[in-house]
Nanobody, 112 residues
Framework: QVQLAGGGLVQAGGSLRLSCSAPESIFSIYSMAWYRQAPGKQRELVARITSSGSPNYADSVKGRFTISRDDAKNTVYLQMNSLKPEDTAVYYC????????WGQGTQVTVSS
């Protein structure tokens, strides 16, 4: 139900951009969000954006990550700058509340 792109391996201090396309029936109505799950940890909310475009961030990524949405493309983005090794995780996209299948996510690995 979601199509993810981006992710990969980057050195600390580097940048990556994730993108997620979702069904219009969900995208046009609900907030969209990025989540991540690091090994041995629970999945956490990283950033969210309302249908009107208001963003909100977890304290751990505030000032480094930027969430945005393109309503014409039913796509939400996560620009990740100044990446740290602790940002290493599998990143997922979903609506908020979560209505979409989680899928496999996309791996982001930040080397020190």
């Amino acid at each position: 139900q979601v199509q993810l792109a981006g992710g990969g391996l980057v050195q600390a201090g580097g940048s990556l951009r994730l993108s997620c396309s979702a069904p219009e029936s969900i995208f046009s109505i609900y907030s969209m969000a990025w989540y991540r799950q690091a090994p041995g940890k629970q999945r956490e909310l990283v950033a969210r954006i309302t249908s009107s475009g208001s963003p909100n961030y977890a304290d751990s990524v505030k000032g480094r990550f930027t969430i945005s949405r393109d309503d014409a493309k039913n796509t939400v983005y996560l620009q990740m700058n100044s990446l740290k090794p602790e940002d290493t995780a599998v990143y997922y996209c979903n609506s908020l509340p979560t209505f979409l299948n989680w899928g496999q996510g996309t791996q982001v690995t930040v080397s020190s």
